[in-house]
């Protein structure tokens, strides 16, 4: 992503801030995963959205209207040994020449130089409470400050959560955000239709799920934006099953939820089918009743509508389909007031999509459900889990899992599909399986 892109979201955020106040965010930390073994490094998706930077041990700073330049950074200074063992690193030089900053400090002299920053400023904004050691060292800057209150320095009066501005800019995407979702999301869905032609009984779990992220790796995405689900016949009915050790058999289905991350932008896409290639008739039946919710669901995104009546609409179908294939008695109109339903398909329709797979962004404001907009990416996703002990329904239903999911892009008179490139109807998941 150009500079430019990173330029124009810290100016929008300054402006919000406005002038006399200060905001700060602090980059990702890097996680030990054992002894002298760490994580994969993966920045603060915060963070990166406005600057990026991706390094650890890093503070950005933003002053609205500071002659000497708004944006400051504070990194790590640059170091030969470090750059030969660990690899290149920006350093003070590269944190003006090439990450835009107008200033740029050792991270390691922050506390010395933030406290004068801070000094008059009415308001900070900053993540609060999300990162410890940065609430401490605040609170260790502007002690220093009072404790100079008689020289007529002013310490900070207020503080505010930088969280509920940034996180309403990142829910709307730009056309730079929307290419990188795109090809997340293209790499994704041909990934999720490979899986479906390399599946066959016999093989296990987990190298299904190795087919996918070597697909990933292969189009140039090293990141998985989550742990990839690949579940089997009952596992399918725990939502979050990620242990993926299961072999394959004949007669069940497989459920993936898989996604990619392309520059930080997550892709999220889910199908279920027959390991067979072939639906039996109680798992055509419930697959068949998903995908009607899903595509209910689907037909209701487009600006101005609340973001709850895609949900209405998938459990008015879904609870319909339930009664009409006997997993539920009663009025469907008592059923979904009385939330019976739930016992089958517990979870909402989707969430927002972004640089975290669960993106930031309120669902509500002011209490209400908010109007979809124009540059909103959400998921649908429903879903049915009838678990092996389920003794409130005939045999033949249980041990079911199915979900389908879509990324989808609000647009200005409709929505876009972002991952419709991968079969989901019957009839097409049949003939691309039996194809191979």
């Known amino acids: 992503m150009k500079q430019s892109e990173f330029k124009k979201r810290r100016t929008q955020l300054m402006?919000?801030?406005?002038?006399?106040?200060?905001?700060?965010?602090?980059?990702?930390?890097?996680?030990?995963?054992?002894?002298?073994v760490d994580y994969p490094f993966r920045q603060d998706s915060d963070f990166y959205y406005l600057t990026g930077f991706n390094e650890p041990d890093a503070l950005a700073v933003f002053i609205p209207e500071r002659e000497q330049g708004e944006y400051i950074l504070f990194c790590r200074e640059f170091d030969e040994k470090k750059a030969l063992w660990e690899g290149a690193h920006a350093g003070l030089e590269g944190a003006t020449k090439h990450f835009a900053a107008d200033d740029s400090f050792p991270i390691d002299d922050v506390d010395e130089i933030l406290s004068g920053m801070l000094e008059n400023k009415t308001k900070v904004f900053y993540p609060m409470g999300r990162d410890s050691d940065l609430d401490l060292s605040l609170q260790e800057w502007i002690r220093h400050i009072r404790d100079k209150s008689r020289s007529g320095v002013q310490a900070p009066a207020e503080m505010a959560s930088i969280e509920p501005i940034l996180h309403e800019m990142r829910l709307f995407k730009s056309a730079a955000e929307l290419e990188l979702m795109r090809q997340a999301a293209t790499i994704t869905a041909d990934a999720h239709v490979k899986a479906m032609k390399l599946c066959k009984a016999g093989r296990f779990e987990y190298q299904i799920e190795a087919d996918i992220i070597h697909h990933f790796m292969s189009e140039g995405l090293r990141a998985v934006a989550y742990p990839s689900i690949v579940a089997s016949g009952k596992n399918a009915c725990t939502l979050h099953y990620t242990d993926n050790h299961d072999k394959l058999k004949n007669g069940d289905l497989l459920l993936i939820d898989a996604g990619a991350e392309c520059d930080h932008y997550a892709a999220d896409i889910t199908r279920t089918f027959p390991i067979s290639?072939?639906?039996?008739?109680?798992?055509?039946?419930?697959?068949?009743?998903?995908?009607?919710?899903?595509?209910?669901?689907?037909?209701?995104?487009?600006?101005?509508?609340?973001?709850?009546?895609?949900?209405?609409?998938?459990?008015?179908?879904?609870?319909?389909?339930?009664?009409?294939?006997?997993?539920?008695?009663?009025?469907?109109?008592?059923?979904?007031?009385?939330?019976?339903?739930?016992?089958?398909?517990?979870?909402?329709?989707?969430?927002?999509?972004?640089?975290?797979v669960h993106d930031v962004g309120d669902?509500?404001?002011?209490?209400?459900?908010?109007?979809?907009?124009?540059?909103?990416?959400?998921t649908i996703e429903p879903g049915l889990y009838i678990p092996e002990n389920c003794k409130s329904v005939d045999k033949k239903w249980r041990g079911i899992g199915i979900r389908i999911e879509d990324d989808v892009l609000v647009t200005k008179d409709g929505h876009e599909i972002l991952t419709s490139s991968v079969p989901k109807t019957i009839a097409e998941i049949e003939a691309l399986m039996v194809a191979n």
């Open 277 to 356: 290639g072939k639906f039996s008739e109680e798992q055509a039946q419930l697959y068949q009743l998903v995908l009607d919710a899903q595509l209910a669901a689907i037909a209701q995104i487009k600006p101005n509508v609340p973001w709850n009546a895609a949900h209405d609409a998938s459990v008015e179908v879904m609870t319909k389909g339930l009664v009409k294939l006997g997993l539920l008695k009663g009025s469907v109109k008592r059923l979904i007031k009385s939330e019976k339903y739930k016992q089958f398909y517990m979870h909402r329709i989707g969430h927002w999509l972004g640089m975290d």
């Open 15 to 36: 402006q919000k801030i406005g002038k006399g106040n200060i905001a700060l965010i602090g980059s990702a930390s890097v996680r030990t995963r054992n002894r002298d």
């Open 363 to 378: 669902y509500k404001v002011n209490q209400e459900w908010r109007d979809l907009k124009a540059g909103m990416v959400l």
